[in-house]
């Protein structure tokens, strides 16, 4: 496909796509920089719907305005469209160029705690979420409002908090029409429906609803509306999607909390008592930002629990949440295989052989205890298992550790971003282990690798 920058033809191949959305595609122009190109109606994913096929035609309807005259001198960590992307005659915009963020990560890997246990302390994500918390404040004072704001439109890079998807922010005559149910402000939606919809427009105050969100699952590892709602006898069902139009949140004394979140009391009262009021009572309004910079954490010396207060809750035994009783349905035998002090990693079976790799005391061990490599934490190392060697990647390189054997150094493909997932370019079973390298895919060979075959280059997953 061919677009115009600068009057000046770009023919754009698929092999420098790199993500994909419901509105446009991202392609990687090198040096820095990519190119949102707006789907048009007439594009094969929008083939069966005439409703997103008009969507289509009054999104780039609108663009022809709206990116032309979009603010200049925001602050730094917003992407802004840069160039404009033409047709041939000059005449339509079709899409825009900014600045590619690598390597970077979602906001939202952040809310997820097999990442979270990679390396990344409480204290480093307050970190990012004052950055993001400056940069929120900034654009109200200029009469900006990000409107669609979740955390899927924030990259972070170096502990630094990124907004993308600009060009749906709400300003001047022009407003913004996208929304995620996950983080739309249900004071905007119609409290009668079955699942939220936006009726208002957007304003400030619903930024930072939404920023309360990101906030509570980044700490928390949970939804304001997670868990499960368990309603009495004489209440009426209300659907899952529908619990934030009732501010039926986490709070509510007949909402079970789920277990693989973290418990809200290793947040001090404070922040406690804000989330209460924001997600029951519809406090509205700018979040204090003293919440966020009074947070101290700290590890605590008996338990290892990571918590914000002053003395370790898990120890006191202390919960602002009432506790559900443990329920057994049917027959379950369950035995201890291993605990560990530190942090299980990656587990797997082969040859019907449970294996597992964990990191502790300074140091990755396999199951045996056996250490595989002297390292801390770190969320750029990425792992796999075959037998009784560990492949370890990190930025492009991979190493297969083998006891008593030489290490095996291969180049790699590096991980990278498409959509809201990271791929890597490396993958292992009980027999082999493969790779991508160039272009190309390879199996290991006691003494050559084995060439596969060919792949899209960047566009291929293992």
Not at 110 to 129: H, M, N
Not at 367 to 372: D, L, N, W
Not at 375 to 397: C, E, W, Y
Request: charged share 20%.
């Amino acid at each position: 496909m061919d677009v115009y920058l600068n009057h000046k033809r770009l023919r754009l191949k698929p092999s420098q796509l790199i993500g994909k959305g419901g509105e446009a595609d991202i392609y990687d122009l090198g040096k820095g920089q990519a190119l949102k190109l707006f789907k048009p109606p007439d594009h094969p994913d929008y083939q069966a719907s005439p409703q997103l096929q008009q969507a289509a035609q009054l999104r780039l309807q609108e663009h022809q305005q709206k990116l032309r005259q979009f603010p200049q001198n925001l602050p730094d960590r917003v992407i802004c469209p840069q160039d404009l992307a033409n047709d041939r005659a000059g005449q339509n915009i079709l899409g825009y160029t900014m600045s590619l963020l690598t390597p970077a990560n979602l906001l939202l890997h952040y809310s997820e705690r097999s990442f979270r246990q990679t390396g990344i302390s409480a204290q480093q994500v307050t970190t990012i979420l004052q950055d993001l918390h400056r940069t929120v404040h900034t654009l109200h004072q200029l009469g900006i409002i990000i409107g669609d704001f979740n955390d899927l439109n924030v990259l972070i890079k170096n502990d630094q908090a990124y907004i993308i998807d600009t060009d749906s922010f709400q300003f001047g005559a022009f407003l913004c029409h996208v929304f995620t149910d996950r983080f739309i402000d249900p004071c905007l939606c119609d409290a009668q429906a079955n699942v939220p919809q936006l009726q208002k427009s957007y304003t400030p105050e619903s930024d930072w609803y939404a920023f309360a969100v990101m906030l509570m699952q980044c700490f928390l590892f949970v939804h304001p509306y997670g868990g499960v709602y368990k309603p009495g006898k004489s209440d009426p069902p209300i659907p899952h999607a529908a619990r934030s139009l009732h501010r039926i949140s986490i709070f509510h004394p007949q909402v079970r909390y789920p277990k693989p979140a973290l418990k809200p009391d290793i947040l001090p009262d404070s922040l406690l008592h804000y989330f209460y009021q924001v997600f029951e009572q519809d406090l509205r309004g700018e979040m204090p930002r003293s919440l966020l910079d009074n947070l101290q954490w700290t590890t605590c010396l008996t338990c290892g629990l990571e918590h914000a207060r002053s003395q370790c809750p898990q120890c006191t035994q202390r919960s602002p949440i009432p506790s559900q009783p443990t329920r057994v349905q049917g027959i379950v035998r369950a035995e201890s295989i291993f605990a560990t002090p530190g942090i299980i990693l990656l587990a797997t079976v082969q040859n019907r052989q449970l294996g597992w790799l964990y990191h502790e005391a300074g140091a990755f061990r396999r199951e045996a205890g056996t250490i595989v490599l002297h390292s801390d934490l770190d969320p750029r190392l990425h792992f796999q298992i075959q037998g009784r060697s560990t492949l370890v990647a990190k930025d492009g390189q991979v190493i297969i550790l083998t006891p008593d054997q030489m290490p095996i150094r291969l180049a790699v493909d590096p991980s990278c971003l498409v959509c809201d997932r990271q791929y890597l370019g490396f993958a292992a079973n009980a027999d082999h282990y493969y790779w991508l390298h160039q272009g190309q895919l390879y199996r290991n060979h006691p003494l050559t690798p084995v060439y596969i075959g060919d792949v899209l280059h960047n566009q291929t997953q293992i």
